[in-house]
C-alpha cells in the first residue's frame, strides 16, 4: 500500500480561477490539493488544468462523495471513478471525511455526522479497508466539523480515530478548523481536544475559515463555511500543536467567496512561516 507523502510544507486548494496567475510564474507553495469528484468527468479544460499542475507540483487529491461513514455499502461506480483519477494523477496523497452522505440512492450533498460506536467503527474500518485495497494506496480520514452530538456515542472521537488508524493503516487528516468549529458548538475545549488527538497517525493538517451564527435556541453557532481568512483562534491553535508535533504537510481551504490569487497565497505563506519556526525551535 502506498503511503501518503507530502512534502511538510503550506498548500493550498487549487481554484480554476487562479490558474493563469498560479502558471504564469513559480510559486511559493508545497503542494495543490483538488476535490476527486470535480475530475470525474472524461476531458475538457479541467482536465488540461490539472495536467499542467502535476507536472509543477505535488498534487493531494481529498474526496468528498464517498460516504465513508454510511452503514450501507459504498457505491462502487463511484470508487470506480475514483480510482480512474487516482491512477490518471498519481497523486502524493488521497484523504477523505469521517462522515455519511447518502441514504439508499439519494446523495445528500452534505457531509453528515456519525455515532461513535461499535458498530460504526467496524463498518468504518471496512470502508476504508476496500477502498484502501481499490487504490492500493494509503488513505486519510479526516476529523467532522460537528453541530449535534450523539446519546448513543459509546467512544471519544478521538479515540474512535485512533482506533480506525490501528485496525486499518490509514493516516488521519487533522482539521484544525473544525476542532474549533465543534469545540465552540459542544462548550469542550479544543486545546483539551487536540491534546488527545492522536498525532503519531496525522499525515496531513487543514486550516480554514469560518462564520458565525445563532442557533434556534439564540446561543452561538460556528460554520465550517470556508469562505474567510483563517481565524486567529485557529491559527493560535495550529501554532501551539505544529510545535508539539514539528512541521507536517498543512492545507488551506478557501472553498466559497474565493478571493484574489495573492490573497489565499498569503494565507500559505503565513502556515508555511509557522512551519519554519516550528523546524527551526527543532534543529535548534
Known amino acids: 500500500m502506498k503511503p501518503s507523502e507530502l512534502p511538510r510544507r503550506a498548500g493550498v486548494g487549487f481554484k480554476p480561477e487562479h490558474f493563469a496567475m498560479i502558471n504564469s510564474a513559480a510559486q511559493p507553495i508545497g503542494f495543490f490539493e483538488v476535490h476527486a469528484e470535480n475530475y470525474m468527468g472524461d476531458g475538457g479544460p479541467p482536465h488540461a488544468q490539472l495536467r499542467k499542475l502535476r507536472e509543477d507540483y505535488t498534487l493531494s487529491i481529498h474526496g468528498v462523495g464517498l460516504s465513508i461513514g454510511s452503514m450501507q455499502p459504498l457505491d462502487k461506480e463511484h470508487l470506480a471513478r475514483l480510482k480512474i483519477v487516482c491512477d490518471r494523477y498519481e497523486p502524493e496523497s488521497f484523504s477523505e471525511h469521517l ?75 487533522l482539521d484544525v478548523n473544525n476542532v474549533f468549529v465543534a469545540a465552540t458548538n459542544h462548550h469542550m ?62 492545507l488551506v481551504e478557501w472553498d466559497n467567496d474565493v478571493p484574489k490569487w495573492p490573497v489565499l497565497r498569503a494565507e500559505a505563506e503565513a502556515a508555511d512561516a509557522i512551519l519554519k519556526r516550528a523546524a527551526a525551535r527543532r534543529a535548534a
Not at 105 to 124: G, H, R
Not at 130 to 138: A, D, I, P, W
Not at 218 to 240: C, F, M, N, Q, R
Open 99 to 173: 462522515a455519511w452522505s447518502t441514504h439508499d440512492t439519494t446523495f445528500l450533498n452534505d457531509l453528515l455526522p456519525l455515532p461513535y460506536t461499535k458498530a460504526t467503527l467496524k463498518q468504518v474500518c471496512a470502508h476504508i479497508d476496500e477502498v484502501q485495497t481499490l487504490l492500493g494506496r494509503q488513505m486519510l480520514l479526516e476529523n467532522p466539523a460537528t453541530y449535534l452530538l450523539f446519546e448513543e456515542s459509546t467512544i471519544e472521537e478521538t479515540d474512535f480515530l485512533a482506533e480506525v488508524a490501528r485496525r486499518t493503516g490509514c493516516g488521519l487528516l
Open 189 to 250: 475545549d479544543a486545546q483539551a481536544y487536540l491534546k488527545r488527538f492522536p498525532a503519531q497517525w496525522v499525515r496531513e493538517i487543514h486550516l480554514s475559515g469560518h462564520s458565525e451564527t445563532i442557533d434556534d435556541a439564540g446561543a452561538p453557532l460556528l460554520i465550517d463555511s470556508h469562505d474567510t481568512p483563517v481565524k486567529y483562534p485557529v491559527w493560535a491553535l495550529y501554532e501551539e500543536l505544529i510545535g508539539r508535533t514539528g512541521p507536517i504537510a498543512s
